[in-house]
């Protein structure tokens, strides 16, 4: 595993790992030839490399905080100190690389606020921050406890010291911003939002800055695709006529239009997983992890009157052993209406969003959320608490969002649903019922990476600085040797001293950032809020320029 030895059980030396992660993000365009980083090497690379002209500085992409030491250290580091950490690897870095390094950003995107990389303040020294002329990097990383004592907190540094900060939906990154769902950090939020205050400014939250965003994650449209799905067992596509089928031109496969294959798709889950076989039946799913997030105790609480109004159930997910006893045991009292799987497996689970008509998505917080972007992909329809990315996705003419997230709420919203499932047209009807509208306009929607990356290049634009000559020598000289010879004259210690200032206004910046967790009653001793760390770790030389 990545972060620990078994879920809730980080690694000690995680602080040490995620280190290293970030400084040889920082070091990769100072070591490695950028023909070979980012043109892909040989004398092909060569040529495209002398030929390119970049416009911008470097931007470093932060993810949680397992990379947020990046921006600390690019500003600590590299450009508080560039004149003696950038400007002697003139000399052997490739070429406009230290130049680049002195100007580049960061952008820090959160997937999930739970997690804030929380680890005991005696590890600072093992980060080898500078700390001449008085400067010291410790107040952007320092983090207190409503009892006084303090931490460091990974996260809340990045987040400080980043030059734009982007969350996994808009909906996501406005309830962050509030003391009810922002972890601790809501002051945080709100002071990168709103140019350094931590005022509660409403919906003007980060509308005048813009420099946090939220952004809604993409689906990998080629494994999720119900027309070339290899798992289920039979195919559709949105643009396949009604009554109508095609055979795929690079499968070979048949391609039915949706209602038939989402009905084929349904028979032949009921019979592999024993459920009654009725095609008329409102199938409902649930596929994710057990816990208190996901909201399963509220579905499980809502079964009895699914079941009761002739709806079939099937869950698959694993986590808290309490939740996998509960679905154990709706199989066992519902048994021919309700299946129980307990585990996971990436083939049930797309057979059950290609299958079932109503895909349940009951999520206390939710920062974005993807099986419902599967389910709208396969004319499943969403009923889904309104938090997050399920606010920002799921609405009214695609599924049924329903709030407060509680068994009476989602039981209402689920005889909505089951209503219109069963007022859907049959087969002498024309296409025009609502049910038949959802799905279409659901399949219809473009839920690619495209649009995402579309934003994040904007946001990415707006981050970066212009980027200095000396990386686009090659191209300057090819183009006009007499501008480069002039600018090859020029003093390049400016760019030191400019990175230098730059840095120490960011860190003047990140040291007056909030920095005290706004939940009651998170103490310093709580284990579970403070890593370990072995003394190995505290001494660990990798850390050392």
């Not at 004398?43 to 990379?67: I, M």
């Not at 996901?294 to 099937?314: F, H, N, T």
Request: a neutral charge; hydrophobic letters at 40%.
């Amino acid at each position: 595993m990545i972060y620990g030895s078994s879920p809730g059980n980080p690694y000690p030396d995680n602080a040490f790992r995620f280190g290293v992660l970030s400084l040889a993000a920082i070091e990769a365009p100072l070591c490695v030839k950028w023909s070979e980083l980012f043109f892909f090497g040989g004398e092909e690379g060569e040529q495209k490399r002398d030929a390119f002209h970049f416009t911008s500085a470097p931007v470093f992409v932060a993810n949680d905080w397992h990379g947020a030491l990046t921006p600390v250290f690019l500003a600590a580091r590299y450009q508080s100190v560039a004149s003696t950490a950038l400007a002697p690897r003139l000399a052997w870095a490739p070429e406009g690389a230290p130049e680049s390094i002195a100007r580049a950003t960061a952008v820090t995107i959160v997937h999930n606020l739970f997690h804030l990389g929380i680890f005991n303040s005696d590890l600072y020294r093992t980060l080898n921050l500078p700390e001449d002329n008085h400067t010291e990097w410790f107040p952007a990383l320092r983090w207190r406890w409503s009892d006084g004592g303090e931490c460091m907190n990974f996260l809340k540094a990045g987040l400080s010291l980043s030059a734009a900060v982007a969350l996994v939906s808009p909906a996501y990154a406005k309830e962050t911003q509030t003391k009810a769902l922002g972890c601790g950090m809501d002051e945080v939020l709100r002071s990168v939002a709103n140019f350094g205050s931590d005022v509660d400014l409403g919906v003007l939250n980060g509308k005048l800055s813009g420099a946090l965003v939220g952004v809604v994650n993409g689906v990998d449209t080629s494994e999720w695709d119900p027309a070339t799905d290899v798992h289920l067992p039979a195919n559709y596509s949105v643009e396949v006529a009604r009554g109508e089928s095609v055979v795929h031109a690079e499968t070979g496969r048949v391609v039915l239009d949706p209602r038939a294959g989402k009905a084929a798709c349904k028979r032949a889950l009921q019979i592999e997983l024993g459920l009654r076989e009725d095609p008329d039946a409102p199938l409902i799913g649930f596929i994710g992890r057990l816990d208190g997030q996901k909201g399963v105790d509220v579905l499980l609480e809502s079964v009895p009157r699914l079941v009761q109004l002739g709806a079939q159930i099937v869950l698959l997910g694993s986590g808290d052993p309490g939740l996998e006893d509960g679905l154990r045991g709706v199989e066992h009292r519902f048994r021919g209406s309700a299946v129980g799987w307990v585990g996971f497996s990436v083939p049930v689970s797309h057979r059950i969003t290609a299958a079932v008509d109503i895909l349940a998505m009951p999520s206390r917080f939710e920062p974005c959320g993807l099986n419902q972007l599967y389910a709208l992909r396969y004319g499943t329809a969403p009923v889904a608490h309104k938090t997050g990315g399920l606010r920002d996705t799921v609405t009214s003419d695609v599924g049924f969002p329903f709030a407060p997230c509680d068994s009476k709420s989602l039981t209402e919203a689920m005889e909505r649903a089951i209503k219109t499932y069963r007022r859907r047209g049959r087969e002498n009807v024309d296409e025009t019922k609502k049910w038949d509208r959802m799905r279409i306009r659901a399949m219809r929607r473009d839920l690619s990476w495209n649009v995402a990356a579309e934003k994040y290049e904007s946001l990415f634009t707006k981050a970066a600085n212009p980027a200095p000559f000396a990386v686009n020598r090659r191209a300057v000289s090819k183009s006009n040797p007499a501008l480069a010879a002039a600018r090859d004259a020029e003093d390049t210690a400016h760019e030191w001293r400019d990175a230098e200032r730059r840095a120490e206004k960011m860190r003047r910046k990140a040291a007056r950032a909030p920095n005290k967790d706004t939940r009651e009653g998170n103490r310093s001793e709580d284990s579970n809020l403070l890593w370990r760390v072995t003394s190995a770790v505290k001494s660990a030389i990798f850390f050392r320029r």
